[in-house]
């Protein structure tokens, strides 16, 4: 059962209110990786202010222009600009591209596999990868949550907004800065798997219904402690909270991304 919250309720039992109710309104996630942790760190760095379709384009044509990742590491660097011409910074991402390469080679001897951060402590893998160019708090901890379930949290702008809005997360914390704060507010709680979920369902929810402007708040299953919505409308009616759908239509609604 989701656990009892109010809008006065600490921000710790408002995260945890959160997880369970959205758990129950999205659904458990499950826990598979989305795709190759090589794939999810170069992706993830594409798709920087840049569409998904984008990101896929630019991704599978360097892969097509190249061949492989030593190719795209010895490729001229305006060719390997214009091979992701449609990321919105391709000529500050290719020479990030073949640095991170060039460190992934060094590390492994020559192959291009992330495999070993598995055996690495947590904090020793986030500081090697966040050490490299553009690699931040947010792309190193989708790498080692989704691909490697490491105790991490990856915060993007719609979970520090729910997070804001909910009142679990304070309105001056930056997004850098939420990553160690909700981990530490979550971990106690939490396993990998948990905080997968976690991030998960905040994401969907700042995507399809927290919307920047104009949350879709009748639709919304956090009203009942959410601090934004009290701000907005009063505290939520017995009739608002009764008119609140239970779980994700997907038929009326759309399917949700990945
Ligand atoms: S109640 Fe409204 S503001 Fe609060 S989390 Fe839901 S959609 Fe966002």
Redesign the pocket.
């Known amino acids: 059962m989701p656990t009892p919250a109010t809008y006065a309720a600490s921000p710790t039992d408002k995260a945890l209110a959160d997880h369970a109710i959205l758990n129950e309104f999205f659904g458990p996630v499950p826990t598979a990786a989305r795709r190759t942790p090589m794939r999810e760190l170069i992706s993830t760095l594409l798709s920087h202010r840049t569409t998904h379709a984008d990101e896929e384009l630019a991704y599978d044509r360097m892969l097509e222009a190249f061949g492989d990742w030593e190719g795209v590491l010895a490729a001229p660097l305006d060719d390997l600009i214009h091979a992701i011409r449609t990321t919105r910074w391709p000529a500050t991402q290719a020479p990030r591209i073949q640095e991170i390469l060039g460190r992934i080679k060094a590390e492994t001897g020559g192959s291009f596999n992330l495999d070993f951060l598995a055996d690495w402590p947590t904090e020793r893998s986030m500081t090697w990868l966040t050490d490299m160019p553009g690699i931040g708090l947010k792309t190193a901890s989708l790498v080692l949550l989704f691909n490697f379930r490491k105790p991490v949290l990856p915060v993007d702008a719609h979970v520090h907004r ?1 997070a804001q ?2 009142g679990f997360l304070g309105p001056k914390v930056s997004v850098e800065k939420a990553h160690a704060v909700l981990l530490d507010m979550l971990k106690p709680q939490l396993d990998p798997e948990g905080l997968f979920n976690f991030h998960k369902h905040n994401y969907w ?1 700042g995507q399809q ?2 919307f920047f402007q104009k ?3 009748p639709r ?1 299953p ?2 009942g402690f ?1 601090s ?2 009290q701000e907005h409308y009063g505290e939520a009616t017995p009739e608002a909270l009764a008119a609140t759908p239970k779980h994700w239509d997907a038929a009326a609604w759309g399917q949700l991304p990945h």
Do not use: G, H, Q, S
């Open positions: 729910v809005r909910v929810l219904i927290c949350p879709n708040c919304c956090l009203k959410c934004y919505y």
